[in-house]
């Protein structure tokens, strides 16, 4: 691709134009993890240094210390994360194989119900989700974190794609095996499906470790705020104390920073799909 | 259309409907379910006092909609926000896909930096820009530095929202990069090469070749931009600790929602705006559906 890059000077430009925007990005980033070390007087000085002149670990210390609910706002975080994540994979892949492979009466008419289900914006189903929630007691529960959320529409539909363009004939050869619907499923079709099922993963993980509209619609008690409402909870308790907030918020950002380290191909791929499905 | 071959149509149907159990179920229950119930709500009172009581009051609920004050403030607020950051966002994840698709060296490194911010909550980044935006944060010193006025970001409510469009595009834009680049990879060399023969420079070769074939792709962008951006709720429950505050500033249609059922406990009045919201979305989607129309 030598056509834009041809003249000298336009090279010149568009790696100033990278770079400008590289660091337009990292600053925020760089600055709140720069606070994260300070302790607070340096912080309020009004100085401009990105390397703490008084490097510290006592912002990190504590907010494990001063803030007792913060190991536990991590846990529900981490274990209502990863529920739903487990329960979408599984069930997403089993509906959208069932939607590109299988043969049953009225399939036609729950793969459009899911197509309009992909057009219902959020705010409409909130609150009856709510009064529904409310109804079978599970408020401030983590079921009612989790059951709302462990299927989704988009990615039934995007596996259902990934399966269709499946050659059939190893699932055929298994099946001339004996290999039960379900074994075929499970032990042939799903460990082809790694792309798709990383893509998800992610995606999955990524939003509900983020949500903060729904716990903070249906969670009121503090033992059982996620890691979003209890950073803004802190941020009441700890107004001007930006040093201890950017330490929560880094350990915080810390777990889909990793992730996104390892598999960012697949974050790539997963929104390449949601953008191409259209 | 597939494989009848596999095994007999009766087993079929069942283990068809036991794949399908879980995923109807849910789906069924929190979102089919709900659109119902919305639709009941919106036509009721609703008195949440230990339990739940409904009385009929036809369209009231709607009726209310046009001589509440605090509705037309919020639809201010959220269509200035729409109308901002969409056209701004479209345009910068052009401008960098473009920049990043011209034959730079170490393309996936940019990319992985730039999608940083779209990978981190809402909740951190907003903290974050209430840290820099600080009367004495960050920028103001910036600004100062190279003799630009500074604002009361936060506290401010002539610069507030624009604060969180700021931040909003800032952090939305790589993501719609990503979906700009893989469009733009899949456009053909040869329609270059050939008008280069034809001797279009470098900007003819933009504006009548790839402008055009990623026209699909910025449907798509703009439409999904449209639904993020007018579901703006976080940021604004964040930086205003839930009042929309300063003096309304950031009062959006979905913190409103949130406030009538919350703080009001007014559920029937509260679907009605939902509704609103939903009705304004795909009025919107279908204008600019029209506006693209020629593609798919």
């Known amino acids: ?278 | 259309m597939t494989n009848q071959r596999l095994k007999p149509r009766t087993s079929e149907n069942l283990v068809g409907y036991l794949f399908m159990a879980p995923a109807l179920l849910v789906l069924g229950t929190f979102v089919v379910l709900p659109i119902l119930y919305a639709v009941f709500l919106s036509l009721q009172k609703v008195q949440l006092l230990g339990g739940i009581e409904y009385e009929f009051v036809g369209l009231r609920n709607f009726a209310r909609l046009q001589a509440d004050e605090r509705v037309w403030i919020a639809l201010h607020n959220t269509a200035e926000y729409v109308a901002i950051v969409v056209p701004s966002q479209t345009l910068l994840a052009l401008l960098l896909a473009v920049t990043l698709n011209a034959g730079v060296r170490g393309k996936s490194l940019w990319r992985v930096i730039y999608f940083l911010p779209t990978v981190t909550s809402s909740t951190v980044l907003t903290l974050i820009f209430m840290w820099i935006y600080n009367t004495n944060g960050l920028l103001n010193r910036f600004l100062a530095a190279i003799a630009l006025p500074t604002y009361n970001w936060l506290g401010d409510p002539a610069v507030a929202l624009k604060g969180i469009m700021l931040m909003n595009i800032w952090s939305t834009a790589p993501f719609f990069m990503v979906i700009y680049l893989a469009a733009l990879q899949d456009i053909p060399q040869s329609l270059y090469e050939a008008a280069e023969i034809d001797g279009a420079n470098a900007w003819g070769r933009f504006w009548f070749i790839t402008l055009p074939l990623l026209k699909p792709v910025t449907f798509f962008v703009m439409a999904i931009g449209v639904i993020g951006t007018f579901q703006l709720f976080d940021q604004s429950y964040i930086i205003s600790n839930g009042s929309g505050g300063p003096n309304n500033a950031t009062l959006t249609l979905v913190l409103l929602i949130y406030q009538y059922v919350f703080r009001d406990l007014q559920m029937g009045y509260a679907a009605a705006i939902a509704f609103l919201l939903a009705a304004l979305i795909i009025v919107i989607t279908l204008i600019q559906k029209r506006l693209f129309s020629g593609d798919r």
Do not use: C
Not at chain 1, 13 to 35: Q, R
Not at chain 1, 91 to 114: E, H, P, T, V
Not at chain 1, 172 to 199: C, H, N, Q, S, T
């Open chain 1, 1 to 278: 691709m030598k056509r834009l890059t041809g003249s000298f000077w336009i090279s010149k430009i568009l790696y100033v134009l990278l770079i400008v925007y590289a660091a337009i990005t990292l600053i925020p980033f760089l600055w709140a993890l720069s606070a994260s070390f300070k302790p607070l007087s340096e912080i309020v000085s009004g100085e401009v240094n990105f390397i703490p002149r008084h490097f510290t670990l006592a912002n990190y210390r504590q907010i494990f210390t001063e803030e007792p609910l913060f190991l536990r706002w991590l846990f529900n975080s981490v274990a209502i994360a990863v529920s739903v994540t487990l329960l979408n994979l599984t069930f997403n892949s089993l509906a959208g194989y069932a939607l590109a492979r299988l043969q049953f009466r009225g399939k036609r008419f729950w793969f459009l119900l899911i197509l309009a289900v992909l057009a219902v914006p959020l705010q409409v189903t909130l609150i009856p989700t709510f009064l529904i929630l409310k109804a079978f007691g599970w408020l401030n529960s983590y079921q009612g974190m989790i059951v709302p959320g462990m299927v989704n529409a988009t990615f039934i539909f995007m596996m259902r794609q990934f399966f269709l363009n499946f050659p059939p004939e190893l699932e055929e050869a298994a099946a001339l095996d004996g290999l039960g619907r379900f074994g075929i499923f499970w032990y042939i079709v799903l460990p082809l499906a790694k792309p798709a099922l990383a893509a998800q993963t992610i995606l999955v993980f990524m939003s509900s470790w983020n949500n903060f509209l729904l716990p903070v619609v249906i969670l009121f008690e503090p033992e059982m705020f996620t890691l979003p409402l209890g950073l803004n909870t802190f941020k009441g308790e700890y107004i001007s104390y930006w040093n201890n907030i950017m330490a929560a918020s880094m350990i915080f950002t810390l777990p889909v920073l990793l992730l996104y380290a390892f598999f960012n191909r697949y974050f790539i791929q997963g929104v390449t799909f949601t953008g191409g499905k259209n």
